[in-house]
């Protein structure tokens, strides 16, 4: 997880970068960070990326996973995608100038919220996570958000597998079957969380300007 240390988001034009150069402590202001922006070219204030409020969920995650519990990596994976989508929403509404930005956010379940993200940015959320080279984050998310739900709901860790029963008449003939989660479902929502940091790096960078609010003569 050190890309927990290396990303920084520029207060002034949005721009989340993976340098860890650039996370500088401001003297005048203990805690905060401020650095030349290689984006805006002006010294700004940055803030570490993701969030430092969302750290914690990212750390229970790399624990998680080195203690080999695959249903929790799973289930912090998810919080940490919502977690971070949800940023991305607030920051899309509030850059665009579209206010109350928690009356409008809290209580939209995720479907709408991508609705509204296509009508303020003009861009289907899925081809742009594509475009981005995350064409697999999506899919990923919905077979790690099945998978936590079954847990949810039944308290069984388990997984659907296709097992091959051999060739019959040329044709290969398979049957599902339930298995307990293992190592390789934590490895893969581990890969899954570090996908999330450099997707949404990307996305927070691409709709972090502010818009300019136009001004009318009268
Ligand atoms: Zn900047």
Redo the contacts with the bound molecule.
């Keep these: 997880m050190r890309s927990l240390d290396s990303y920084s988001d ?6 989340v970068i993976n340098d860890s150069s650039l996370l500088v402590p401001d003297e005048l202001n203990p805690g905060k960070y401020r650095s030349l ?6 010294e ?1 204030m940055r803030t570490p990326f993701p969030p430092r409020s969302l750290r914690p969920v990212f750390e229970m995650i790399a624990e998680c996973a080195e203690l080999n519990r695959p249903i929790l990596v799973l289930i912090l994976a998810c919080t940490a995608y919502e977690s971070m989508f949800d940023g991305l929403f607030y920051r899309i509404l509030e850059r665009q100038h579209v206010f109350p930005v928690e009356a409008i956010a809290d209580g939209i379940e995720y479907r709408s919220k991508i609705r509204i993200f296509h009508n303020l940015t003009g861009k289907r959320f899925e081809s742009y996570l594509g475009k981005l080279g995350f064409k697999k984050l999506h899919t990923n998310l919905m077979e790690i958000k099945r998978r936590r739900n079954g847990f949810i709901h039944t308290g069984v860790a388990h997984k659907e597998v296709e097992v091959k029963l051999g060739l019959h008449s040329g044709k290969q003939f398979c049957f599902p079957k339930r298995v307990d989660l293992d190592q390789s479902d934590s490895e893969r929502a581990l890969k899954f969380t570090l996908d999330i940091i450099h997707c949404f790096a990307r996305l927070y960078s691409d709709f972090g300007k502010y818009a300019e609010i136009e001004s009318y003569d009268y």
């Design positions: 520029c207060l002034k034009c949005g721009s922006c290689p984006s805006c070219k002006h700004t």
